[in-house]
């Protein structure tokens, strides 16, 4: 799923809601979704209640942004790989400052080959407000580029803990979340 609008035109933001968005491969940004700029213009969009699982791409295999207004709100983005950015990779926002938010969301079980299997932000010196997610199981860390995991997990409600989903297995795959789930 590929996003770009133009934040200028007085429409509403697109909005990307509840599916399931599995096994694709980008060759460059974005294996599940990518939300960008359109010319100079970043876009405006909304991206929630989505499971984003096993896509792969050089940079972000679930997710990538770049210069954008996107809010990424209760997604679960597990098992994708990358090179980089496994789970989200997060590029600067020049036209978009401190426009980029992420909450509430599950980014699990990512790999990347080069750096941070869960998030890689380019973003600085405009990174993202991250709230509310849970960073768990990504490989080789959860947090790399302009953040660490140390200036991420801890604050704003974030946490790298086991969501215990019933089941990550293939033929009986169910990533809904056990009654005792932090």
Same mark, same amino acid.
């Given at each position: 799923?590929?996003?770009?609008?133009?934040?200028?035109?007085?429409?509403?933001?697109?909005?990307?809601?509840?599916?399931?968005?599995?096994?694709?491969?980008?060759?460059?940004?974005?294996?599940?979704?990518?939300?960008?700029?359109?010319?100079?213009?970043?876009?405006?969009?909304? &991206?929630?209640? *989505?499971? @984003?699982?096993? /896509?792969? %791409?050089?940079? #972000?295999? !679930?997710? +990538?942004?770049? $210069?954008?207004?996107?809010? &990424?709100?209760? *997604?679960? @983005?597990?098992? /994708?790989? %990358?090179?980089? #950015?496994? !789970?989200? +990779?997060?590029? $600067?926002?020049?036209?978009?400052?401190?426009?980029?938010?992420?909450?509430? /969301?599950?980014?699990?079980?990512?790999?990347?080959?080069?750096?941070?299997?869960?998030?890689?932000?380019?973003?600085?010196?405009?990174?993202?407000?991250?709230?509310?997610?849970?960073?768990?199981?990504?490989?080789?860390?959860?947090?790399?580029?302009?953040?660490?995991?140390?200036?991420?997990?801890?604050?704003?409600?974030?946490?790298?803990?086991?969501?215990?989903?019933?089941?990550?297995?293939?033929?009986?795959?169910?990533?809904r979340v056990q009654a005792a789930s932090p």
């Open positions: 799923v590929a996003v770009y609008t133009n934040n200028a035109v007085p429409l509403p933001r697109t909005v990307v809601t509840r599916n399931q968005i599995t096994g694709n491969a980008a060759a460059d940004y974005g294996g599940g979704i990518t939300s960008g700029w359109l010319y100079t213009y970043p876009s405006a969009s909304r &991206i929630e209640d *989505n499971l @984003i699982e096993q /896509n792969n %791409a050089s940079e #972000g295999g !679930g997710a +990538s942004t770049d $210069d954008t207004f996107a809010e &990424i709100v209760n *997604n679960t @983005i597990v098992d /994708n790989t %990358a090179a980089g #950015g496994a !789970g989200v +990779s997060i590029w $600067d926002n020049p036209h978009a400052p401190n426009g980029l938010k992420l909450s509430n /969301n599950l980014i699990t079980h990512n790999v990347a080959s080069l750096s941070s299997g869960g998030m890689y932000v380019h973003a600085a010196p405009n990174n993202p407000t991250i709230k509310k997610t849970d960073l768990f199981g990504n490989a080789p860390t959860q947090v790399a580029g302009s953040m660490t995991d140390a200036q991420v997990i801890g604050v704003n409600g974030n946490i790298s803990a086991d969501p215990l989903y019933v089941s990550r297995q293939m033929g009986n795959r169910n990533l």
